[in-house]
């Protein structure tokens, strides 16, 4: 890579990540950085005070995102005089390298984004009964306690069932067509715990405003939580 093309990579994968999902996307781009070679196995990130003015983040939200990536595999730290946060060598493989089409991956999450969010204003905008919002709140609590073994296929019922209380019946279908396929990619990499906090949190606030009938809150939050997803899958498979 030329001096001049490594300088526009490094622009970009540099550049401030966004508010609602901080944590998410400085991982991403952390994955990117070390994919695209910017920092090579073995090199040393830059510190952890340069990154967070990069990122427009705070330097805790670096320091957790470093932690994340060391727990898999991507990144050790060494302490001392010469330590700092080194690129590992070699890198973890992932399961399925250079299968993923990012033409595809653009089609699926773009599906999701208009399915889930619509999923969500739709569900907002109903009355729904005792038993159905005992059953949402149900379903979030459930996802919010599971294991890491079955965190993903929880989460999963929770999306899907405010497809289901959306009150379309086709909807279900292809919001669970469309989830199948987001998890096998999901499934490539492990998970992040300070993402699942993450996603519970959000999880709540989307839940709290479909049963207080925001219609406008309840899309808005669904968008800011699969942005979060979305930018793992984007910094792990392209």
């Known amino acids: 890579m030329s001096d001049a093309k490594l300088h526009e990579v490094r622009r970009a994968v540099y550049r401030p990540v966004r508010g609602g999902n901080a944590l998410e996307d400085t991982v991403a781009r952390l994955v990117q950085t070390v994919r695209l070679g910017v920092v090579a196995p073995g090199e040393s990130l830059p510190s952890e005070r340069d990154l967070a003015a990069r990122y427009a983040v705070s330097r805790d939200t670096v320091r957790e995102a470093i932690r994340e990536l060391a727990d898999t595999g991507y990144l050790v730290r060494r302490r001392g005089r010469y330590g700092g946060t080194f690129v590992a060598d070699p890198l973890p493989q992932p399961p399925h390298p250079g299968e993923v089409d990012p033409a595809e991956l653009d089609d699926v999450l773009g599906l999701r984004r208009v399915l889930e969010a619509g999923a969500a204003r739709a569900a907002a905008g109903r009355t729904l009964d005792a038993d159905i919002r ?11 306690a599971a294991s890491e073994a079955d965190y993903r296929r929880l989460d999963t019922l929770l999306h899907l069932t405010i497809a289901e209380i959306a009150g379309i019946p086709s909807l279900v279908a292809l ?31 989307i839940v709290n405003a479909i049963l207080a009938g925001r219609t406008d809150a309840a899309e808005a939050a669904v968008l800011e939580h699969l942005a979060g997803s979305e930018a793992l899958l984007r910094g792990f498979l392209t």
Do not use: C, G, M, Y
Request: aromatic share 8%; hydrophobic share 45%.
């Open 134 to 144: 005992e059953e949402l709140w149900a379903r979030h609590e459930a996802a919010a």
């Open 175 to 205: 919001a669970a067509e469309n989830r199948a396929r987001v998890n096998v990619w999901l499934d490539t990499f492990p998970l992040l715990p300070r993402n699942i906090e993450h996603s519970n949190a959000q999880h709540e606030k």
